[in-house]
């Protein structure tokens, strides 16, 4: 059964920094193309981040220069460094797999980020 296990996430004030964890499992890790959405209260889930196979990564405007995706393949770990976040970062953040050759889709069960004085 695959599995995507976020971890990370919680309440931080303006300007701080949280790294998000996505522990995929590894049967798919290796061969998936690993996303980072989010979903801000009230809104649509959104695009955040993207690193693929080969280690190439793409952010969202919104949040170039700030956040920075990355992975450790070993540990079938994909990451969400976020700095200087504002209030408006605040969202339930998902990881997700695409499957390269297959198209298969896989999404985590979220972790909450809130950022508030």
């Known amino acids: 059964q695959v599995q995507l296990v976020e971890s990370g996430g919680g309440l931080v004030q303006p300007g701080g920094s949280l790294r998000l964890a996505c522990v995929a499992s590894s049967s798919i890790f290796s061969s998936s193309v690993m996303y980072w959405y989010r979903q801000p209260p009230g809104k649509q889930r959104e695009f955040v981040a993207t690193i693929t196979t080969n280690g190439s990564t793409n952010h969202a405007d919104s949040v170039k220069g700030r956040f920075t995706i990355s992975k450790d393949n070993a540990k079938n770990t994909v990451y969400l460094q976020m700095n200087s976040l504002k209030p408006e970062d605040t969202a339930v953040y998902y990881c997700?797999?695409?499957?390269?050759?297959?198209?298969?889709?896989?999404w985590g069960q979220g972790t909450q980020v809130t950022v508030s004085i």
């Open positions: 997700r797999a695409r499957l390269v050759l297959r198209g298969n889709i896989y």
